[in-house]
């Protein structure tokens, strides 16, 4: 599926992509740096792991989102464009994992509980990848 902050783009010039270490890879020496590199972007996708859904990693996956992302949207002084994307769910198994809409349902429900009331993501904002 396209994605709608590139979908409109006629000329992508100084357009980068950063890809920056996850809040539990970068440790203490990269944490100012990563926070600077978010600060600074105009999108950021912000990269689920699938086979940790249910998991007791889960609850690590989602205060790790919560810790590092979500204060940016906040303090950005304008609407920041996040997409979340669900990685590794060439794991899915259709007979023992329930459909992916329900899991992205489910995805973008803990999203959403992290989030102030007035936003608004749904299964269709998750994207998932493998």
């Not at 940790?52 to 949207?73: H, I, Q, T, W, Y």
């Not at 997409?83 to 198994?93: F, G, I, R």
Request: glycine share 8%; proline share 5%.
């Amino acid at each position: 599926a396209p994605i709608q902050a590139f979908s409109d783009l006629e000329d992508c010039g100084g357009f980068e992509i950063v890809d920056t270490p996850g809040p539990n890879e970068h440790g203490a020496g990269l944490e100012a740096e990563v926070r600077g590199i978010l600060q600074k972007s105009d999108v950021i996708f912000y990269v689920l792991d699938f086979t940790k859904v249910g998991s007791n990693e889960e609850a690590c996956m989602f205060e790790a989102l919560r810790d590092s992302v979500l204060p940016l949207l906040e303090t950005s002084g304008g609407i920041r464009r996040v997409y979340y994307v669900l990685n590794k769910v060439d794991c899915h198994s259709k007979r023992n994992d329930k459909p992916m809409s329900e899991v992205r349902d489910y995805v973008a429900a803990k999203i959403r509980g992290l989030l102030p009331s007035c936003a608004h993501v749904t299964g269709q904002d998750v994207l998932p990848i493998s």
